[in-house]
T-cell receptor, first 113, second 111 residues
């Protein structure tokens, strides 16, 4: 079956521009996670959605970052007024329910120039 | 927030050698996971360990969870070039759905 997909695979943007990153989770998975992976920093948790519950936004680094999950499926991570330190690979994962195995997408590599 | 320390950060070995990588913390975990990540892809789960002292084997990979559930190791026997990748450990605290990841060990196995 189809795995987690993310788009675009690569994004180059100028400092100050807004960007939107998309995640299509595995069909039927109720939990969706966003992580950021910077060089030498490992994976950093950003935000977690579980069904219709309020998302856990505790990992978002600033108010420039936001995410939505429409209809319990597709999710969009938005970064406003991008900064160079936002350059990283943004990974999305989904799981059947909370605390179950997370399946990761291939990521979106964001470069802010 | 718990901190996971992985060592070594980078390991370059020849095909056929054995190796061990480590994941340590001062915190107690309810469970710990190991992932492998190849370039351009997301991490893929290898194993989850839950019980202190637990040992799990996956072909040539042996995973061990410390008795106190604060540390873990991954041992690879007779490494092959296909084992090349970034090995990440991730831990979950009881009651939390989010994972905390270590920075990873980059393994390069040369033919």
């Amino acid at each position: 079956g189809a795995g987690v997909s993310q788009s675009p695979s690569n994004k180059v943007t100028e400092k100050g521009k807004d960007v939107e990153l998309r995640c299509d989770p595995i069909s039927g998975h109720t939990a969706l996670y966003w992580y950021r992976q910077s060089l030498g920093q490992g994976l950093e948790f950003l935000i977690y959605f579980q069904g219709n519950s309020a998302p856990d936004k505790s990992g978002l680094p600033s108010d420039r970052f936001s995410a939505e999950r429409t209809g319990g499926s597709v999710s969009t991570l938005t970064i406003q007024r991008t900064q160079q330190e936002d350059s990283a690979v943004y990974l999305c994962a989904s799981s059947l329910v909370r605390d179950r195995e997370q399946y990761f997408g291939p990521g979106t590599r964001l470069t802010v120039t | 927030t718990q901190l996971l320390e992985q060592s070594p950060q980078f390991l370059s070995i020849q095909e056929g050698e054995n190796l061990t990588v480590y994941c340590n913390s001062s915190s107690v975990f309810s469970s710990l996971q190991w992932y492998r990540q190849e370039p351009g892809e997301g991490p893929v789960l290898l194993v989850t360990v839950v019980t202190g002292g637990e040992v799990k084997k996956l072909k040539r990979l042996t995973f061990q969870f410390g008795d106190a559930r604060k540390d873990s190791s991954l041992h690879i026997t007779a490494a092959q070039p296909g084992d090349t990748g970034l090995y990440l450990c991730a831990a979950r605290n009881s009651g939390y759905s989010t994972l905390t990841f270590g920075k990873g060990t980059m393994l390069l196995v040369s033919p």
